[in-house]
C-alpha cells in the first residue's frame, strides 16, 4: 500500500537586501550627476583662491605669504586672461577668462587682515557679459549658476538698469526649473497672439513657429 508521506514546506528563499544608498547620494543621483559646485553666495572657491561677483564685476582673493610685497607681485590682466605670480616662482593663476572683461579697468591691491595676507582683485565684465560668471579662469572648479540666489534686500541697492537685469535673470531662472518658456519667449509669445489678433485674415494653421 502506498502511504501518505508528510508534507514538507519549501525552506523560505529570501531575496537579497539592496543596500541602502545615504539620503545624501540619493538625492545626487536625483538631481543628476555634475561636477559643477554649490555657489558660495555668487562664486566659488578653488585651491588658489575664492571669488565672489555681481553682474558687472568681479572680485577675486589669492592668498599669499605673509612677507610678500607688492613690488614682489607680477598682475597682468588682458581682455582674455589672467596672469598673477610672485616674481620668480611659478604663477598662481595663469589662464583664459571665462568670458572677455575689460582689461583697462582692473584694480588690484595687496591686503592684510585676521585671515592673512592676500591679492585682492577686481574685474569688471563687459556690458554683454553680465551675466552670472561659472568660474573665474577656464578650467577651474566651475558653480552651479541655477543655484545663485542673491539676497532680495540687495536688489534695492542696484540701479535701475541693472536691478531689472538682475530681476529678469531670476525669473528666466525660476522658468527654467519648471520647465516654463524664459521672459524672452513670453514675449515673442505675446507679440505673435497680438499680430494674429491684427490679422484674422491670415491663416497659421500650418505655420511653423519656433
Known sequence: CIRDRPKVEAPKVEAPKQEEKPAEQQEEKKEGA???QLPIGTGGKTDKY??????????VFI?????????????????????????????????????????????????SDS????????????????????CVVKGD?????????PEPSNLSDLDGET?????KMMFDMRQ?????????????????EKFMK???EMDFSKAKFS
Open 176 to 192: 527654467k526649473q519648471m520647465g516654463l518658456p524664459s521672459s524672452d519667449e513670453l514675449k515673442k509669445q505675446e507679440m505673435l
Open 198 to 200: 491684427a490679422h484674422p
Open 34 to 36: 555634475s561636477d559643477k
Open 163 to 167: 536691478r531689472s537685469t538682475v530681476e
Open 50 to 59: 575664492t571669488w565672489t561677483q555681481t553682474l558687472e564685476e568681479l572680485e
Open 115 to 134: 585671515k592673512g595676507r592676500y591679492i585682492r582683485l577686481n574685474i569688471s565684465k563687459l556690458p554683454q557679459q553680465w551675466h552670472w560668471w561659472e
Open 63 to 111: 592668498p599669499v605669504a605673509e612677507n610678500i610685497k607688492a613690488k614682489m607681485l607680477k598682475v597682468e590682466v588682458t581682455p582674455s586672461r589672467l596672469h598673477v605670480a610672485v616674481i620668480g616662482q611659478p604663477p598662481i593663476i595663469d589662464g583664459e577668462l571665462f568670458e572677455k572683461v575689460k582689461s583697462d579697468e582692473t584694480q588690484w591691491t595687496l591686503e
Open 141 to 149: 572648479p566651475c558653480i552651479d549658476t541655477q543655484k545663485i540666489n
